[in-house]
């Protein structure tokens, strides 16, 4: 009989890892809880209304449906039986020989659950349509408050975690208040709305070199951002975030402070490591299983800590396809091929190899590699059109509001 | 003092009324329930996939950013007092000197309001992306049944109403089922998909010469949709739906049958005509009230007997324009411009002047009417590349599941 894989996750790693094994003498399931490959790294821009969901997402069966040994299947697991070998979902179950979880991350409030009520998190389409929903929303509001107090929270934008998608969200609000909504109101200045970056460390971007962080901070300042770098948030609330020293009235809080890892080490049955991840050696094989594959951001490779992005899943993916098809000694290793964020029209940092770059160039360098890695041909030109066109115009391509429910106080545990 | 002249809808009528006062000397206020104006034609192209929300959408506010006379106001209309001038909302009120009511029509359900729990409507971008959500789901759902006789009701899709959105969303759910899907599932043939069309009538859009009825149901026929014309829907279930000869079981009830006013004439304390309309005279003045006006699908005027379509709309807000600025004893007289639709790849139907279409002639115009209409010049390049790559491609852009809950059983009153 041909050996069974199951893939759990249709992001950079299943994805990668199915299609890796296109001639291979496999018969692939990939399970995923929504139809659609999502490319995370602009979901932000989503978030802002630059962007079509249907721009960077697409259903993950029609990108493999010429690869005939791949059955796709729209589906939320519940739980895994590694001893009988079958995972188990909403539709039912499926029997594996080998499985590999690329499952990724959520957001993670550290302790702080009720936080989730008062701030939007930012993971998948969902996410970034209630939050484009909510930042929208708090414009017209906004505009609809009799007095100027009460306008004031309403215009005021608090983004928590100063990583990537922080300092990317952090930019795209304040160039959406300043420059996409300035001449739509009559009763506000969007350009007066008020955007709060906050950070524990005592930079942004601490994975980036020292000189880039301080790139970014100074592109950040020069659109208006407010940056509260070193500061931890005590309490967040409705219509406010308290820091130490202060507090900041507000109806807008993003959190992109943290994540942690899909419960697949609950799932498995194993103990999970850091931030819950699934813990695996240097073969990507699940520490304590047999026949168990973890990539991406649900894995923590022992005795390497790697960065949670696209390519670190991308790579592990195709290895894993590489070691189920004929496996070596070979352990896996991840290639750096370099790491990029965007702050907002014309600013970029980024490290290429040895490489350091920002401003213009990074910017440039950004947004060519964010277009060949769209995985449809189609949604590059339609994102490189709404692009140039977004920087012409100044204006966003999809500001509308829609009835999808806000949600905060959602309990998002997949 | 300026007059105020408020314009309730931000739709063909609304819109056209307020741009045709640019250079007026008044103050105008448009109060519309959603942020956007909705070009509600290609609304079947967001519910069966082809395009994305933003694509035939764009804010009120940023259509009329440039006119200083304009105050847009997302709010939605809870009642009128017509003694006092002003329009109450959720939030506030707003006085006027001078009120367009331009609120359009939406679903009715005929004295059948149960059955709203088991059909969606096509009226706003809610209503589209939540019929686009049940019909993917619908296959993916199909998919993942054991045997091949739980998936039939699946793979059945109904649509009751034989007009133009009843022709089109049937023509696009076979095209979707039949060629974009065709390749992407492994236990299902969506190509083996059903799609009934249910008309009361003997034949497809009665508004149209009967030669062009019979070839717009040809065309359907050539795609394999089953048309029941003649038949009248007797009752509809949980997974059926009866008429007096047949029982269809089905999953996919699309309900395109019949439109009513949005409640204006409540509002308005006018006993509403036909369809809840609210009854004007030949000068599209509210019957029994001073200084109140009716544009589009919400408004019957008295001795006409006009269609429900965006030029009637378009007509009445420039000519009511025309009237705040300089009365006239010039009545108003819609000048009909043309009919037409579509029934997917190649084919439609239209009446121009005394000139009948079909076939791709009729396509191809209607294809480039529709583009010029779009009120964004940005959507409209985006709209003719999706057309372009779906054509070449056979595959609709915006596939896409998102958790907007199913709108059944909502009572949608404005």
């Excluded at 020069?222 to 975030?241: A, F, H, S, T």
Aim: aromatic fraction near 8%; charged fraction near 20%; include cysteine.
């Amino acid at each position: 009989m041909v050996r069974r894989v199951v893939v759990l996750g249709g992001g950079f790693g299943g994805l990668k890892c199915a299609q890796a094994l296109a001639r291979a003498d496999v018969e692939v399931t990939v399970i995923d809880k929504a139809n659609h490959h999502l490319f995370q790294p602009l979901l932000y821009q989503v978030a802002t209304a630059g962007l079509s969901p249907a721009n960077i997402a697409w259903p993950i069966r029609n990108i493999l449906r010429h690869q005939d040994n791949v059955t796709v299947l729209m589906a939320e697991v519940t739980g895994i039986d590694t001893a009988g070998k079958l995972v188990r979902h909403s539709e039912g179950e499926t029997p594996y020989d080998t499985l590999v979880v690329a499952t990724g991350s959520r957001n993670a409030y550290f302790g702080h659950a009720d936080w989730t009520e008062h701030t939007l998190g930012l993971k998948d389409i969902d996410d970034a349509l209630a939050m484009r929903n909510s930042v929208l929303r708090a414009f017209e509001e906004a505009e609809a408050q009799p007095d100027a107090q009460a306008r004031l929270p309403y215009l005021t934008f608090v983004v928590i975690g100063g990583g990537p998608t922080g300092v990317e969200m952090a930019g795209a609000l304040a160039e959406l208040a300043k420059r996409a909504m300035a001449s739509d109101f009559r009763h506000i200045d969007p350009t007066h709305a008020r955007v709060v970056l906050i950070e524990a460390g005592d930079r942004l971007l601490s994975t980036f070199p020292e000189d880039l962080s301080a790139k970014a901070a100074a592109s950040l300042r020069g659109l208006g951002v407010e940056l509260r770098l070193g500061k931890r948030v005590q309490k967040i609330g409705d219509g406010y975030v308290c820091l130490a020293d202060d507090q900041i009235f507000t109806k807008n809080v993003v959190w992109a402070a943290g994540m942690e890892a899909t419960p697949a080490a609950i799932w498995l049955g194993v103990t999970p490591g850091h931030g819950g991840r699934v813990v695996v050696d240097d073969h990507l094989r699940v520490v304590g299983l047999e026949d168990v594959y973890a990539v991406g951001d649900v894995a923590e490779v022992q005795g390497q800590e790697l960065p949670g992005v696209a390519q670190v899943a991308m790579q592990g993916g195709r290895y894993v396809a590489g070691q189920i098809v004929t496996p070596t000694d070979e352990p896996f290793v991840y290639r750096d091929l370099g790491t990029m964020a965007t702050i907002g029209r014309k600013a970029a940092v980024a490290v290429i190899g040895r490489a350091k770059l920002s401003g213009f160039v990074a910017w440039t360098s950004w947004l060519s590699l964010h277009l060949v890695m769209l995985a449809v041909f189609r949604n590059r030109v339609i994102v490189f059109f709404q692009w140039i066109a977004a920087y012409l115009t100044y204006q966003p391509a999809a500001r509308l509001i829609t009835s999808v429910n806000s949600r905060r106080g959602v309990d998002r545990t997949r």
